[in-house]
């Protein structure tokens, strides 16, 4: 069975990045996004300031 998603991830958690093109960066989730297709999309602050969109599935919640 899969877990929602939505229901761990929320504004302000830390996460790092388990997939992707950004595999291995973590920050704090900034902005949550459903897309269309039904996909979650979030933007990622960095502790430098640098932010970066990811998918959901990509990110853990730490």
Known sequence: MK???SEKLNEG???KVIGGTHIGKSGIVRD???SKTGHITIT???KNG???KTLGKNVVVE
């Open 50 to 52: 640098v932010r970066f």
């Open 13 to 15: 958690n830390k996460c």
């Open 3 to 5: 877990t929602k998603i």
């Open 44 to 46: 990622v602050e960095q």
């Open 32 to 34: 949550i996004n459903t």
